[in-house]
């Protein structure tokens, strides 16, 4: 099936600090990408679409100047947590849709980063 | 508001158990409902359903949908430690980015 590697798997950071997370669809074109956020022990949340070339539509209750997301490419998505602080950690994740596969409604995930603000 | 709700939240068994998991949709244009397994990171695909009435099956696993009642139920049989997990409920909205929104998940803990 399609992969989607997500990097870095865990980060620590200090409060104030900006994170980047990078999505990377490894052997399909993605041009939406999808960013969770999931609590322990609790669903995923749908944080922001993410769309290649144009900009990322975010959920009610997101912060856009918080969690900036870049798509910059067929297989690149980005998101980058400004201004951390210890109530952002959490783990993300991130999916992306291969249409062209057997089941096109499948949702292929990365591994997800885990983020800890200190 | 499309929404998604999943029953029991959490459920403990014994191996050997069988365990049923719901979910129930009220979404605008559904298009496919799709059930997911987490245990450490990644959501892994377990079925897709996109018609009424037709049974998936994948080893011990089973899924069905029934789309008069918005909902589909997730069978384990001879469960095994193993199968301890999250299990997701997603249902795929026919959009172009093909959202999907998420139900808040089942915690299954299988004891030995």
């Known amino acids: 099936g399609a992969v989607v590697s997500q990097h870095p798997s865990w980060v620590i950071c200090k409060s104030g600090t900006s994170v980047k997370i990078e999505c990377r669809s490894l052997?399909?074109?993605?041009?939406?990408m999808f960013w969770y956020r999931q609590f322990p022990k609790k669903s995923l949340m749908l944080m922001a679409t993410?769309?290649?070339?144009?900009?990322?539509?975010?959920e009610q209750g997101v912060e856009k100047d918080k969690f900036l997301i870049n798509h910059a490419s067929l297989t690149l998505s980005t998101l980058t947590v400004t201004s951390a602080h210890p109530e952002d950690s959490s783990f993300y994740i991130c999916?992306?849709?291969?249409?062209?596969?057997?089941?096109?409604?499948?949702?292929?995930f990365g591994e997800g980063s885990r983020l800890t603000v200190l | 508001e499309d929404k998604v709700v999943q029953s029991p939240l959490s459920l403990v068994v014994h191996e050997g158990d069988t365990v049923t998991l719901n979910c129930s949709y009220e979404?605008?244009?559904?298009?496919?409902l799709l059930w997911y397994k987490q245990e450490k990171k990644a959501p892994t695909f377990l079925f897709m359903l996109?018609?009424?009435?037709i049974e998936k099956k994948s080893g011990r696993l089973s899924s069905i949908l029934d789309k008069k009642e918005l909902s589909s139920i997730l069978n384990i049989t001879a469960t095994q430690t193993g199968d301890s997990a999250i299990y997701l409920c997603?249902?795929?909205?026919?959009?172009?980015?093909?959202?999907?929104?998420f139900g808040d998940g089942t915690t299954l803990t299988v004891k030995p």
């Open positions: 999916s992306a849709r291969d249409w062209g596969s057997l089941r096109p409604g499948e949702l292929f």
């Open positions: 052997d399909f074109q993605a041009t939406t």
């Open positions: 993410s769309n290649e070339g144009s900009k990322a539509t975010y």
């Open positions: 979404v605008t244009n559904f298009r496919s």
């Open positions: 996109t018609s009424s009435g």
């Open positions: 997603a249902v795929l909205i026919n959009t172009n980015a093909g959202k999907s929104t």
